[in-house]
């Protein structure tokens, strides 16, 4: 079940349920890899 998405829209991890929640937090704080997989879309 996908809980955590990339919107690239936005450029940052979104939670799709509450168990994603803390995941995105977590990979959002992460600055260089934000950097990473924004310029890999």
Do not use: I, P
């Not at 079940?1 to 919107?7: A, C, G, S, T, V």
């Not at 929640?21 to 977590?26: K, S």
């Amino acid at each position: 079940e996908e809980y955590l998405r990339f919107d690239s829209d936005v450029g940052e991890f979104r939670a799709v349920n509450e168990l994603g929640r803390l995941d995105a937090e977590y990979w959002n704080s992460r600055k260089e890899l934000l950097d990473n997989r924004r310029a890999a879309v």
